[in-house]
């Protein structure tokens, strides 16, 4: 297959900035990940009516909405009560502060900092990685759209565990974590009309807020606490049987 390209990748949804299908890449063992599975994207609360057709028209037929309990009471999903979708909520980060905050908080520079909150994450959460996986692990599973508020930090957790699932190359996840910027960016420039994107580009947006950075420390620190994406799921009860549902309806 050829390498994907932007228009690929990217989906034109109104009224969100960073909707992506993680097909099209290609894994270690020379096999691809499939289009129209996995969609990875930001609040899906601002949708238009149209884009929640453009969603449903894609084949969405799941959605895991990863963000806190106060944003569903004040921005809910329009597709929660949706006779189209099944609507699941998976509140990754949780609502009560998480452990060691102030160590985490004292780390200088910003891109580790966001990685170590989500090591955090990862470290404190893991019956909520147990839920999320086992969903896509279940025989209608799949396709799905897994979003967060920005779509880049419990979002950009969930698409680098599926890519590793799938056997994708490490760099190859880190790009694709960072890839939010290209997009997210878009919105950056909405709320600040002021901000010549001439002189703050989207690598600079990526500088500051997802940088490749952040998902190189929560990988080194899976692989070094738990043996790696599979090894940190197995150890939250995800089975060798689902993990091979995962891969094997992700790749072809």
Same mark, same amino acid.
């Given at each position: 297959m050829t390498k994907p390209t932007e228009q690929s990748r990217v989906l034109d949804v109104e009224g969100a900035y960073n909707v992506r299908d993680i097909g099209g890449y290609e894994t270690c063992d020379g096999r691809t990940t499939r289009w129209g599975k996995y969609v990875r994207a930001d609040t899906?609360?601002?949708?238009?009516?149209?884009?929640?057709?453009? !969603?449903?028209?894609?084949?969405?037929? %799941?959605?895991?909405?990863? =963000?806190?309990?106060?944003?569903?009471? &004040?921005?809910? +999903?329009?597709?929660?009560?949706?006779?189209?979708?099944?609507?699941?909520?998976?509140?990754?980060?949780g609502d009560v502060p998480l452990q060691n905050r102030e160590a985490v908080d004292s780390v200088d520079d910003t891109a580790e900092r966001r990685g170590r909150v989500y090591c955090s994450i990862l470290d404190q959460r893991k019956h909520i990685l147990h839920q999320i996986f086992s969903i896509l692990a279940g025989s209608d599973? !799949?396709?799905?759209?897994?979003?967060? %508020?920005?779509?880049?930090? =419990?979002?950009?957790?969930?698409?680098? &565990?599926?890519? +590793?699932?799938?056997?994708?190359?490490?760099?190859?996840?880190?790009?694709?974590?960072?890839l939010t910027a290209k997009y997210l960016v878009r919105r950056y420039y909405q709320l600040n009309p002021d901000v010549s994107p001439d002189e703050y580009t989207w690598q600079h947006y990526q500088r500051d807020v997802c940088h490749p950075i952040s998902m190189s420390v929560t990988l080194d620190h899976l692989d070094a606490n738990y043996g790696g994406v599979q090894g940190y799921l197995r150890e939250t009860g995800i089975t060798d049987e689902q993990l091979t549902a995962i891969r094997e309806a992700m790749i072809e």
């Amino acid at each position: 297959m050829t390498k994907p390209t932007e228009q690929s990748r990217v989906l034109d949804v109104e009224g969100a900035y960073n909707v992506r299908d993680i097909g099209g890449y290609e894994t270690c063992d020379g096999r691809t990940t499939r289009w129209g599975k996995y969609v990875r994207a930001d609040t899906l609360a601002n949708l238009t009516p149209g884009g929640v057709e453009t !969603l449903i028209d894609y084949g969405v037929r %799941n959605i895991i909405d990863l =963000r806190r309990s106060s944003d569903l009471q &004040f921005r809910p +999903s329009p597709f929660i009560g949706s006779e189209d979708v099944t609507y699941y909520h998976q509140n990754m980060a949780g609502d009560v502060p998480l452990q060691n905050r102030e160590a985490v908080d004292s780390v200088d520079d910003t891109a580790e900092r966001r990685g170590r909150v989500y090591c955090s994450i990862l470290d404190q959460r893991k019956h909520i990685l147990h839920q999320i996986f086992s969903i896509l692990a279940g025989s209608d599973g !799949l396709p799905v759209l897994v979003h967060c %508020n920005a779509g880049k930090d =419990r979002a950009g957790i969930s698409a680098a &565990f599926v890519l +590793s699932i799938c056997g994708v190359p490490r760099e190859t996840i880190i790009e694709d974590y960072g890839l939010t910027a290209k997009y997210l960016v878009r919105r950056y420039y909405q709320l600040n009309p002021d901000v010549s994107p001439d002189e703050y580009t989207w690598q600079h947006y990526q500088r500051d807020v997802c940088h490749p950075i952040s998902m190189s420390v929560t990988l080194d620190h899976l692989d070094a606490n738990y043996g790696g994406v599979q090894g940190y799921l197995r150890e939250t009860g995800i089975t060798d049987e689902q993990l091979t549902a995962i891969r094997e309806a992700m790749i072809e």
